[in-house]
């Protein structure tokens, strides 16, 4: 099992383009969730995704960002009209269907020039 | 509000030292808490939940609830160890999500 995987690893974009982030969570797990680390901070969840359906967006920032974890494929989160505020450690973590703890992918690091 | 606070940016000791990592916690209700570790160039993974109470890497964690605590000791340090430490806890509700502290660099001196 390779364990969740991220990518890109690095990602550098200008302001006002969007940024695309994806997440392949561990063989067998059907839940999602997607962390923010702003530097010098610890991570900030996000969402929290099954299986095409949000379950928890209460730290999503209102606007220019969405998550979706579709049927088949990844999950992606977006940031649209990105900013240099967004510059961050993007995580995503997953678990199985039964909790049992949450596997850590290596990140995705954005750069907002 | 549900917070943890690790108060300690970085904490640095000598090998056979020993370590405390402090972690404190708001909650209301019955928390379930961890250890994150990452090491250096590599991801972050689950180094002990209270729930278990279990001893990893001769690390262990106890639950104070008169003092909301969950620091991190271990007896005797060593190089290795030396790595980037989170507290966690697991929020209210069924969303499993985690609040994490801001983390504490622990570097272990030869």
């Known amino acids: 099992n390779a364990g969740v995987m991220q990518n890109p690893r690095h990602l550098v974009r200008r302001r006002g383009q969007e940024a695309r982030l994806r997440c392949s969570p561990m063989?067998?797990?059907?839940?999602v969730y997607w962390y923010r680390q702003l530097p010098e901070e610890g991570l900030k969840f996000m969402v929290y995704?099954?299986?095409?359906?949000?379950?928890?967006e209460s730290g999503m920032p209102k606007e220019r960002f969405s998550a979706e974890f579709p049927k088949e494929g990844p999950s992606i989160l977006r940031i649209q009209q990105v900013v240099r505020g967004d510059s961050a450690a993007y995580f995503c973590?997953?678990?199985?269907?039964?909790?049992?703890?949450?596997?850590f992918g290596p990140g995705t690091r954005l750069t907002v020039l | 509000a549900q917070r943890v606070t690790q108060p300690e940016k970085l904490l640095s000791v000598f090998k056979g030292a020993p370590v405390e990592l402090k972690c404190n916690y708001s909650?209301?209700?019955?928390?379930?808490l961890f250890w994150y570790v990452q090491y250096s160039r590599q991801r972050l993974q689950l180094l002990l939940r209270?729930?278990s109470r279990e001893s990893i890497k001769g690390f262990t964690a106890d639950l104070n609830k008169g003092e909301t605590s969950f620091h991190l000791k271990k007896p005797f340090a060593q190089e290795e160890d030396s790595a980037m430490y989170y507290c966690?806890?697991?929020?209210?509700?069924?969303?499993?999500?985690?609040?994490f502290g801001t983390g504490t660099l622990l570097a272990v001196q030869p």
């Open positions: 909650y209301s209700g019955s928390p379930e």
């Open positions: 973590a997953s678990s199985p269907p039964v909790y049992n703890e949450q596997f």
């Open positions: 966690a806890l697991k929020s209210l509700g069924a969303t499993n999500k985690l609040i």
């Open positions: 063989k067998g797990h059907s839940h």
């Open positions: 209270h729930i």
């Open positions: 995704l099954q299986k095409e359906n949000i379950i928890d």
